[in-house]
């Protein structure tokens, strides 16, 4: 990413949403804050990226003190991981904290960090693609709304809301988009034999 010229460039590496999966902030299911979602604190850091959906989760608040676990399911001897993408959390599935409307659809990320590498990409007027295949990339999987010129403004206008969701934390900050509820996540489509390290 750089500027020559007045032009903001955005070079496209081919990250993966996975880098952005080990601290989702969430609503509260008990008290309607933000609460965050993390791998469990005493295991190993992960060893590869994908490692993060199949890790046991922790969700905390510190508003109202709520802890609750989440592990993958179990099939035989795989574990059934997490799927990534959605305004809900694919562990707890609990309403993202990170969510407003944008030009008729919901803009949503799982952290601040998310919310950069979007911000990066949309506010580039020179948008470059690297030389690997799209099928896992988070900017090539991004919905066509927000790629167009036409609505660059309102999806930057949109995340510098969720920029500041991100710094607040009580039940009246959060974002008319962002409704506590409950609900299962969906199942992975792949399955990772369970030699997992904890």
Not at 89 to 111: I, K
Not at 168 to 189: L, V
């Amino acid at each position: 990413m750089g500027d020559e010229a007045g032009i903001r460039r955005h070079r496209d590496r081919g990250g993966s949403l996975t880098a952005f999966a080990d601290r989702l902030l969430v609503v509260c299911p008990g008290c309607g804050g933000r609460a965050v979602v993390v791998p469990r604190p005493d295991l190993p850091a992960p060893r590869w990226g994908s490692e993060l959906l199949f890790m046991p989760r922790r969700l905390t608040c510190g508003g109202c003190g709520l802890v609750r676990a989440w592990q993958a399911e179990r099939k035989g001897p795989a574990l059934v991981g997490a799927v990534l993408g959605g305004p809900d959390d694919p562990f707890f599935g609990q309403s993202l904290w990170l969510r407003t409307p944008c030009v008729g659809h919901v803009l949503w990320a799982y952290n601040a960090a998310h919310v950069e590498a979007l911000a990066a990409y949309v506010g580039a007027s020179l948008r470059e693609r690297g030389p690997f295949s799209p099928t896992s990339a988070m900017i090539a999987r991004l919905p066509e709304w927000m790629k167009r010129g036409r609505h660059r403004a309102p999806v930057l206008a949109g995340l510098a809301t969720l920029a500041e969701l991100a710094e607040r934390s009580s039940p009246a900050d959060r974002s008319p988009a962002a409704h506590p509820h409950g609900g299962r996540p969906r199942p992975h489509e792949a399955l990772l034999f369970t030699r997992e390290p904890w």
